[in-house]
T-cell receptor, first 114, second 113 residues
Framework: AQSVTQLDSQVPVFEEAPVELRCNYS??????LFWYVQYPNQGLQLLLK??????LVESINGFEAEFNKSQTSFHLRKPSVHISDTAEYFC????????????FGKGTRLHILP | ETGVTQSPTHLIKTRGQQVTLRCSSQ?????VSWYQQALGQGPQFIFQ???????GRGNFPPRFSGLQFPNYSSELNVNALELDDSALYLC????????????FGPGTRLTVL
């Protein structure tokens, strides 16, 4: 069975500092990997996804994540965070070819300090 | 283009009661998935409907049931409510059986007393 572990429940970081949100998964088969963001009082939004090809994937707002098969990781990074990045971030996995039955991690709350 | 909408926004019920939550999918989408997000947890997959048929189910008891209508809107029904059913219930719509992004609604917050 697939599972996702987000090692940090909360990550405080100063504005304009870099951040890494960690995610490890377990699966006996190949996987699709996702990062979703949930802003306060809003629904989940897809931030970025890895399906195949380049192991480095990027979002339009400066986040990136790298699929590392040997370490079964898909950590999310941003070189400089903004106050508007305050949100809960969920790492998720699904089993190809279906990318719509998604297993989520418990989430990491990103808290931006002024 | 209208996004995914859910109703009601908030709901309070007591143990043993039944509840129906509603979801309108995004225009053009024929697949609806339901998730339960308990406080401090990630969403957990309940089930999915594709073209009015159940198309996969997570580890939830039979008292969690659903429907999808010809216009692809959907209902989630929960019978014999338990305290642990208190959660945010999220609906997501997509096109087809995989291969397209799921778009999530804002959720319905259910409190069971």
């Amino acid at each position: 069975a697939q599972s996702v572990t987000q090692l940090d429940s909360q990550v405080p970081v100063f504005e304009e500092a870099p951040v890494e949100l960690r995610c490890n998964y377990s699966s006996s088969v190949s996987v699709y990997l996702f990062w979703y963001v949930q802003y306060p009082n809003q629904g989940l939004q897809l931030l970025l996804k890895y399906l195949s090809g380049s192991t480095l994937v990027e979002s339009i707002n400066g986040f990136e994540a790298e699929f590392n098969k040997s370490q079964t990781s898909f950590h999310l990074r941003k070189p400089s965070v903004h106050i508007s990045d305050t949100a809960e971030y969920f790492c998720a996995v699904s089993e190809p070819p279906r990318d719509d039955k998604i297993i989520f991690g418990k989430g990491t709350r990103l808290h931006i300090l002024p | 283009e209208t996004g995914v909408t859910q109703s009601p926004t908030h709901l309070i019920k007591t143990r043993g009661q039944q509840v129906t939550l509603r979801c309108s999918s995004q225009s053009g989408h024929n697949t609806v998935s339901w998730y339960q997000q308990a406080l401090g947890q990630g969403p957990q997959f309940i089930f999915q409907y594709y073209r009015e048929e159940e198309n996969g189910r997570g580890n939830f008891p039979p008292r969690f049931s659903g429907l999808q209508f010809p216009n692809y809107s959907s209902e989630l029904n929960v019978n014999a409510l338990e305290l642990d059913d208190s959660a945010l219930y999220l609906c997501a719509s997509s096109l087809g059986q995989g291969g397209s992004e799921q778009f999530f609604g804002p959720g319905t917050r259910l409190t069971v007393l």
